[in-house]
């Protein structure tokens, strides 16, 4: 599968994000949040969709983060609601990793379907 040059953004290097962890980064008009689970990158949007949390600020429980405000929880690989208040899922981003690059397609979610 060719890159869409448009919508391929760098976000980090891989060592900007310790292992078990979730970090939050400003790439243009998106904040995403990056999370290093055993090694894995993930990256999601940054924003709880059931309040204005920051879910870098959360709780990375495994492959699970909790909001920080409300305690809502989604599985980060697949954005997929664990917990309430949250019912939206929340949209993850194809990972592309060049070397040390983390590099996400922001037309593309996790799975690598169309968003």
């Not at 709780?59 to 019912?87: K, Q, R, W, Y």
Request: net charge negative.
């Amino acid at each position: 599968m060719a890159d869409n040059a448009d919508s391929v953004v760098r976000v980090c290097w891989t060592s900007d994000v310790a292992p078990d962890s979730v970090k939050a980064f400003a790439v243009g008009a998106h904040t995403l949040a990056v999370y290093n689970i055993g090694g894995v990158i993930y990256v999601t949007d940054d924003e709880c969709t059931h309040a204005a949390a920051s879910l870098a600020d959360g709780m990375l429980e495994g492959d699970v983060i909790e909001c920080c405000m409300h305690l809502g929880s989604f599985h980060v690989p697949t954005g997929n609601v664990v917990a309430p208040p949250c019912e939206v899922p929340l949209r993850t981003y194809q990972v592309i990793l060049k070397g040390d690059d983390v590099f996400v397609d922001l037309s593309r979610n996790a799975a690598g379907e169309p968003a």
